[in-house]
């Protein structure tokens, strides 16, 4: 069973960047498709980004699709979130998870999850 430990969120103004990491506890994280979600208050968990196992292919949701980038680096298990042009309403707890099979955009097709790291983006 795969850890998931996320870092890297803060407070930044609007325009501005972060970088999340989410590290992984297993010695197979490479067999794993690896995805980012977030939550505002009072609202459902949303997909933002996913990876495949080798990295070579991702996919975004439509309101991040040239701010943020997803990336893998296997030999370190851990899965990144780049965000640039931070925007007031991409504040959210954001969670990576991780899915054995097929990981798409819906959160009941991963597995395991990070604890979330809090995004805020002042205006």
């Known amino acids: 069973q795969v850890q998931l430990v996320d870092s890297g969120g803060g407070l930044v103004q609007a325009g501005g960047s972060l970088r999340l990491s989410c590290a992984a506890s297993?010695?197979?994280?490479?067999?794993?498709?690896m995805g980012w979600f977030r939550q505002a208050p009072g609202k459902e968990r949303d997909f933002v980004a996913r990876i495949s196992r080798s990295g070579g292919s991702t996919y975004y949701a439509d309101s991040v699709k040239g701010r943020f980038t997803i990336s893998r680096d296997n030999a370190q298990n851990t899965v990144y979130l780049q965000m640039n042009s931070l925007k007031p309403e991409d504040t959210a707890v954001y969670y990576c998870a991780a899915a054995r099979l097929y990981s798409g955009v819906a959160a009941n097709q991963y597995q395991y999850w990070g604890q979330g790291t809090q995004v805020t983006v002042s205006s």
């Open positions: 297993e010695r197979t994280f490479s067999s794993y498709n």
